[in-house]
């Protein structure tokens, strides 16, 4: 019997515990169009030097616009900092929906794709990882955002720190199909990925930053909104995706 109760609070804790999304409901033809705008201490030095001209893709909006597509943001608060007017005029296009996706885009669990590891600045690490996620909390407040999203850099996290970032309100979004556009020169590789992966509900992660790093991505996103159109899927923001909390 004590085994059995056992049991049952493990189970109950489970499913107090939802962690991570990476999809809404299989039932109906909505698909969710994400984009992250990373910014790294090393990324803000190469904007700072000119090595790096820009780290804003503004053919993705441009094309977003024009197709009247709905997408979501993850923005990181580095990201906000150097593009503030360009996050306000994000904040305001009522097409877009703008969440959190940390300060400085570090690896929160090792090793994540060689991003560097959470700087600590005199902090524990537990508070050192909230600051990542409060920052941008607040850099997105300060723009109007009463945001509730949140996504891993690199998709990169332990159980603990899924469950910090559920203790700050909000839900923790990844993806279930992957444009890697990250070093992807070929707009056709982009293009094959996403359309292989998309079904009913998916979340689809693309790179709204540019730079030398996401080259192809507006030029594979002329051809994906058409392409899912054709299949009958209906864009939405993350939020209208996520309605039924699953
Ligand atoms: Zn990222």
Not at 23 to 29: E, L
Not at 104 to 124: D, I, W
Not at 223 to 239: T, Y
């Amino acid at each position: 019997m004590k085994r059995f109760v056992a049991i049952l609070t493990l189970l109950a804790l489970a499913l107090a515990a939802p962690g991570i999304l990476t999809h809404g409901p299989r039932s109906t033809p909505k698909i969710a169009l994400t984009f992250d705008a990373d910014m790294t201490p090393g990324m803000k030095q190469n904007l700072l030097s000119g090595r790096v001209k820009s780290y804003n893709n503004t053919r993705i909006y441009a094309i977003l616009e024009q197709q009247q597509v709905k997408a979501t943001f993850f923005l990181t608060g580095m990201w906000i900092e150097l593009y503030p007017q360009q996050a306000k005029a994000l904040a305001q296009n009522p097409l877009f929906e703008l969440a959190n996706h940390s300060y400085s885009h570090p690896g929160f669990e090792q090793p994540c794709y060689g991003l560097p590891s959470v700087t600590l600045e005199g902090q524990g690490l537990v508070q050192a990882k909230e600051a990542q996620v409060r920052k941008t909390q607040a850099l997105l407040e300060s723009l109007g955002v009463h945001n509730t999203y949140f996504r891993f850099p690199g998709g990169c996290a332990n159980p603990s720190d899924v469950a910090m970032v559920e203790r700050l309100g909000l839900r923790v979004v990844h993806w279930d199909a992957a444009g890697e556009d990250g070093g992807q020169h070929n707009p056709q590789v982009i293009v094959r990925n996403v359309l292989k992966q998309a079904q009913n509900g998916s979340i689809i992660v693309l790179h709204s930053h540019g730079g030398p790093k996401v080259p192809a991505t507006a030029e594979a996103l002329a051809q994906i909104i058409p392409a899912l159109k054709a299949r009958g899927f209906e864009f939405v923001k993350v939020s209208e995706l996520l309605t039924h909390n699953q």
